[in-house]
Nanobody, 119 residues
């Protein structure tokens, strides 16, 4: 099992910045990747950024150049630095852990944190 707790959401004006953090606990050694997803009302959940155990990063095209994902392995924490925020970035942001136990893959989710960008 992996537990995830997010923090750092809030209300910001367009062009502003926010930093999200997610602390992982439990079976940390089984985590292959940590990531951030978002879900806006009436829309499907969307991958925002992912960082693997090896440090490879992946971003949705809509956030490239504005968002940066990073990982602090010593603190079992993943951060999402969000700059130049736009109203269309408004969503609930959820932390995700992709873990493997033997041959079984499991997805774990945090409770989510609201990000609201005003125009």
């Amino acid at each position: 099992q992996v537990q995830l707790v997010e923090s750092g959401g809030g209300l910001v004006q367009a062009g502003g910045s926010l930093r999200l953090s997610c602390v992982a606990s439990g079976s940390i050694a089984n985590i292959n990747a940590l990531g951030w997803y978002r879900q806006a009302p009436g829309k499907q959940r969307q991958m925002v950024a992912v960082i693997t155990t090896g440090g490879s990063t992946y971003y949705d095209d809509s956030v490239k150049g504005r968002f940066t994902i990073s990982r602090d392995n010593a603190k079992n924490t993943v951060h999402l630095q969000m700059n130049s925020l736009k109203p269309e970035d408004t969503a609930v942001y959820l932390c995700n852990a992709d873990a493997q136990f033997g041959l079984e893959l499991h997805d774990y989710w945090g409770q989510g944190t609201q990000v609201t960008v005003s125009s």
